[in-house]
């Protein structure tokens, strides 16, 4: 089993195009707060199979993020999969964060009724309030960067995406060198607004 780091977050999420902005919005948080980002895209298969790869990465991770809206046709099962091995990897491991994210209020009474009596934050596919979600869940303390700070970020790193798709000629950004360049875009501009420390 790998060491968990500590700044490592795993993000779960639905790799569409309609939640570009909220990824991005996920990376930008995560990382003006001096977290690391960790998405199952950036590591490639050499073998042992996608779900092993997925357990690997959730180990080495101490915070995972699990995103829930996508709940329309056709059904999506990996997220719920994902933060059912969440939850299996905080019953042997113990200070592992969990946090869930939902558009909607109360749907996940319906959608996941064993999830029932944890409260998931809310986001309304807004990337302004999923920032705000963030920053409540992982914050720690007066140093933190402001939601009105980290959504300046997350323009210029958005801005940054869709050039990215330009240059890569992709149709989306959920591609590993893409995720890459993001998490030094928001590096790079978190450290320039003062946020972070060079490295």
Known sequence: MPIPDDQSVFLNIPY?????????AEIST?????????????????????????????ESCRVSVHDLSRVGM????????????????????????????????????RTLSDYSGRDPLIHEGKPKILISCILDAL?????????????????DVWRVGKELKQDHNREDIYYPTIFRELVAAAADLAVAEGLLAPT
């Open 16 to 24: 569409d195009k309609s939640y570009e902005k909220l990824f991005v």
């Open 30 to 58: 995560i990382v003006a707060l001096g977290r690391k980002p960790r998405a199952t895209l950036e590591i490639t298969e050499t073998g042992q199979g996608r779900l092993n790869r997925i357990i690997g990465l959730l």
């Open 74 to 109: 056709p059904v999506r099962f990996n997220m719920p999969f994902e933060l059912g091995l969440g939850f299996a990897l905080r019953q042997y491991q113990g200070d592992y964060k969990i946090l869930v994210l939902e558009k909607e209020p109360y749907r996940l009474l």
């Open 139 to 155: 914050g720690t303390d007066s140093d933190d960067p402001t939601a009105s700070e980290v959504y300046q970020i997350w323009r």
